[in-house]
């Protein structure tokens, strides 16, 4: 079995900063893709952000500029470094770990941007 542990959500204020950080742990044998996508009231999960396995990234056009994600493979870790926050990156932030053939989800991380 497979856990996703995310931490790191919460309230900031818009121009703030807040950094995402998630931990895959259990029976792992090779992690692939690991990236965050968000969900808001209402709307479809979407992808926020991924990065490979040899370290390339892709971002959604409306956070390209003020996220970054990275990882840590010897930590089975990837974080993501949100700056310049908007209201509209209100959202639950889901961790998603692709171990394998199977992807593995966490249970979501709240973040919240209002003044």
């Known amino acids: 079995q497979v856990h996703i542990a995310e931490s790191g959500g919460g309230l900031a204020q818009p121009g703030g900063s807040l950094r995402l950080s998630c931990a895959a742990s259990?029976?792992?044998?090779?992690?692939?893709?690991m990236g965050w996508y968000r969900q808001a009231p209402g709307k479809q999960r979407e992808l926020v952000a991924v990065?490979?396995?040899?370290?390339?990234?892709n971002y959604a056009v409306s956070v390209k500029g003020r996220f970054t994600i990275s990882r840590e493979n010897a930590r089975n870790s990837v974080y993501l470094q949100m700056n310049s926050l908007k209201p509209e990156d209100t959202a639950v932030y889901y961790c998603?770990?692709?171990?394998?053939?199977?992807?593995?989800w966490g249970q979501g991380t709240q973040v919240t941007v209002s003044s």
């Open positions: 998603n770990v692709l171990i394998g053939t199977m992807a593995w």
């Open positions: 259990g029976m792992i044998n090779s992690i692939y893709d």
């Open positions: 990065i490979t396995s040899g370290g390339r990234t």
